[in-house]
């Protein structure tokens, strides 16, 4: 089965996580991506090392389906590699501040110069134009100034989440954006810039709040893991663990209240609307917090179910990797990485597709794994290459 990116080369020159998993989702989709990095390699393909040459864990998921090319595109011998990769290519993916896309020989003008039908998938931690775009930034930044941080937490210690949610999420978006110039290309052969930034998707997740203080100037704080706009929402302890139980609308009130046994809570005017039970929310909390103290994880849960109350566990990394559902799915590709003491639990293609699914084809490469295959594909001969590679362009 042909994949739908099959025939499409895209060049990936992302650094950490919004770019390269942008290109990692297109790889998945069949699309050939060839990932540019430092000739001593990039600094976050040794994150979270896990092998004895200091592979990181990062890079094992967001490399995956991917080549390995090692350059430096600021010697002149590196740009006129670039030149003749842009020739070949359909995507270009660099999430790096404007002046550098500049300095590289990435930016737009440049590229189009070279194949005017390309597509450039920019990506930046605060976009184009506006006193902020020169800036560098990672995930956390966009959580910080969006709003999330401060209503994380609590009020005398925001929070960020563990997870780069801000990174991914621009990682998606920008992928959903080259798939959609892709498809604006087959129909009239013109290639666009796609530009995503760290602080549209934090913006964009925190929308519907900064909505809300702009009409009715709330003023929210922070209550750690209690939900501010419906009840029971809340983390919970019990005798073995903890418990996230998360309730919208009133007929999931009705179950849970017919569940503890309070039915005068159903007529209580604090509790007649989803915002009035968030507003309350603590009271709410309080009475399912003495609930679960008395149970085990086990009990609350299928108690939980059994009402058809959404609730789940909450989970350390290594009771993730036991999961049965994870199991039963097959979620997590188990992937042979070189030097690695066991395969990597890899999370294949989060969206399934019925009929032309993501698929995980092989490992994340080797540094510079496919140097000399590229270079022989793009003309250079074995001399040229080893002289390349003695002064360090490749």
Not at 16 to 21: D, E, K, Q, T, V
Not at 90 to 99: R, S, T
Request: proline share 6%; with cysteine.
């Amino acid at each position: 089965m042909e994949k739908v990116l099959a025939g499409v080369r895209v060049l990936d020159f992302g650094r950490y996580i919004a770019g390269p998993f942008c290109a990692t989702l297109l790889a998945d989709m069949g699309a050939e991506v060839i990932r540019v990095e430092k000739v001593d390699g990039s600094e976050d393909r040794y994150l979270s090392p896990v092998t004895g040459q200091g592979d990181g864990a990062l890079f094992m998921q967001v490399g995956r389906n991917k080549l390995s090319l090692t350059l430096n595109p600021m010697k002149p011998e590196g740009r006129e590699i670039v030149r003749k990769l842009v020739a070949t290519a359909d995507v270009v993916v660099a999430n790096l501040p404007p002046e550098t896309l500049l300095a590289m020989g990435l930016d737009y003008e440049s590229l189009t110069a070279i194949k005017p039908d390309i597509i450039l998938t920019m990506i930046s931690a605060f976009g184009t134009g506006g006193p902020y775009q020169n800036r560098v930034g990672f995930d956390g930044l966009g959580q910080a100034m969006s709003g999330s941080m401060f209503l994380s937490g609590t009020p005398e210690q925001p929070a960020k989440s563990y997870a780069p949610y801000v990174d991914f999420g621009t990682a998606s978006l920008s992928a959903f954006g080259t798939l959609a110039a892709l498809y604006e290309k087959q129909k009239n052969g013109r290639g666009q810039v796609v530009e995503g930034s760290l602080f549209n998707t934090a913006l964009t997740m925190m929308n519907g709040t900064l909505i809300e203080q702009a009409l009715i100037r709330r003023n929210r704080v922070a209550t750690l893991n209690r939900s501010q706009t419906s009840a029971p929402a809340d983390t919970f302890r019990t005798l073995d663990g903890w418990v996230l139980v998360q309730s919208v609308g009133g007929p999931l009130f009705k179950r849970w209240v017919d569940l503890i046994g309070e039915p005068e809570w159903l007529d209580d005017p604090r509790f007649q609307s989803d915002i009035s039970r968030g507003d309350h929310g603590a009271l709410i909390s309080e009475k399912l917090a003495t609930w679960c103290a008395e149970r085990t994880s086990a009990e609350v849960l299928e108690a939980m179910e059994n009402a058809r109350i959404p609730a789940g566990p909450v989970l350390s990394p290594q009771q993730v990797l036991e999961d049965p559902h994870i199991a039963a799915k097959g979620l997590f590709i188990e992937t042979e990485f070189p030097g690695a003491a066991r395969p990597a639990p890899i999370m294949r293609t989060p969206v399934e597709l019925s009929a032309t699914p993501g698929e995980i084809r092989h490992r994340a490469p080797l540094l510079g794994e496919h140097t000399g295959v590229i270079m022989k594909e793009l003309g250079y001969s074995e001399d040229e290459i080893s002289e390349l590679r003695r002064k360090r362009v490749i």
